[in-house]
């Protein structure tokens, strides 16, 4: 079965930057589209950013348009999440999931329940 570990998350100031990365070991993220997904404290799991098994093809939030960018790095089987301009609101749980690449063609990206595969998370905490 394949297992996402997220990592990357940490304290850092308003307006800092991370870096979140999405890894799994036996199996080739290549063949999955991957999304990316947070959770604040007293709030619904909300989409942040998708990305196609070939990389060419991304969608984000319209509240991280412009301040993150999803990418891969098949070499390593990781999916990366550059957070930039980082905000108060973008304080919470990050998720990663996977789901196998004929799906993803044809699933609404921005939906949680479509996933099969999820992360333990990583807690990202903007704060001054």
């Known amino acids: 079965q394949l297992q996402l570990v997220e990592s990357g998350g940490g304290l850092v100031q308003p307006g800092g930057s991370l870096r979140l990365s999405c890894a799994t070991s036996g199996f080739s993220l290549g063949y999955y589209g991957v999304g990316w997904f947070r959770q604040a404290p007293g709030k619904e799991r909300e989409a942040v950013s998708c990305i196609s098994s070939s990389g060419g093809s991304t969608n984000y939030a319209d509240s991280v348009k412009g301040r993150f960018t999803i990418s891969r790095d098949f070499a390593k089987n990781t999916v990366y999440l550059r957070m930039n301009s980082l905000k108060p609101e973008d304080t919470a749980v990050y998720y990663c999931?996977?789901?196998?690449?004929?799906?993803?063609?044809?699933?609404?990206?921005?939906?949680?329940?479509?996933?099969?595969?999820w992360g333990q998370g990583t807690q990202v905490t903007v704060s001054s």
């Open positions: 999931a996977s789901v196998p690449v004929r799906h993803f063609e044809t699933m609404n990206p921005f939906n949680a329940a479509e996933y099969d595969f």
